[in-house]
T-cell receptor, first 113, second 109 residues
């Protein structure tokens, strides 16, 4: 069974630039999560989708971050404009439904200069 | 108070040792609990779910204490390959998954 796919794996940008990350969850998984993991910390949930609807985006900095899952399958997370403190690994995870085991993708490592 | 708190460690133990990690959570209505393992520069992977009655998987034992709002992970007969960061995860009553900052374990020969 294919796992969660993410791209790109690495990205280096300058502050104030824009960046987008893509995630394709495990087939059949209704719930998709985006996490931000800063070095030395645990993953912090940014947004959770159930199919194409947002379940929780309380920790998403909405002035600069946006995410969509228009067809309820793959998802895109965007940062516009990026700040230095956005340097982190952005992890995508999916689960069959909410509250069940999450499977993580390899992450996108972002460095903002 | 943080929603999920863990001792960051690091825990440095010799091979064969028994080591235990605790994790406390603030939301008394939390529904489900997990331990994930994260290797350096890798994504987190589920180690085990934590059930009310406690559960064991080989050398790993997880316990839940709802009254005191903590979960624990016990690793017996530590192996070099157990070296990793162990993340405590709590699913709140809103189906929000909250991760602790992780406890780093290094098992030495």
């Amino acid at each position: 069974e294919a796992g969660v796919a993410q791209s790109p794996r690495y990205k280096i940008i300058e502050k104030r630039q824009s960046v987008a990350f893509w995630c394709n969850p495990i087939s059949g998984h209704a719930t998709l999560y985006w996490y931000q993991q800063i070095l030395g910390q645990g993953p912090k949930l940014l947004i959770q989708f159930q199919n194409n609807g947002v379940v929780d985006d309380s920790q998403l900095p909405k002035d600069r971050f946006s995410a969509e899952r228009l067809k309820g399958v793959d998802s895109t997370l965007k940062i516009q404009p990026a700040k230095l403190e956005d340097s982190a690994v952005y992890l995508c995870a999916s689960s069959f439904s909410t509250g069940e085991t999450q499977y993580f993708g390899p992450g996108t490592r972002l460095l903002v200069l | 108070r943080k929603e999920v708190e863990q001792d960051p460690g690091p825990f440095n133990v010799p091979e064969g040792a028994t080591v235990a990690f605790n994790c406390t959570y603030s939301n008394s209505a939390s529904q489900s609990f997990f331990w994930y393992r994260q290797d350096c520069r890798k994504e987190p992977k589920l180690l085990m779910s934590v059930y009310s009655s406690g559960n064991e998987d080989g050398r790993f034992t997880a316990q839940l204490n709802r009254a005191s709002q903590y979960i624990s992970l016990l690793i017996r007969d530590s192996k070099l390959s157990d070296s990793a960061t162990y993340l405590c995860v709590v699913n709140t009553n809103n189906n929000d998954m909250r991760f602790g900052a992780g406890t780093r374990l290094t098992v030495k020969p």
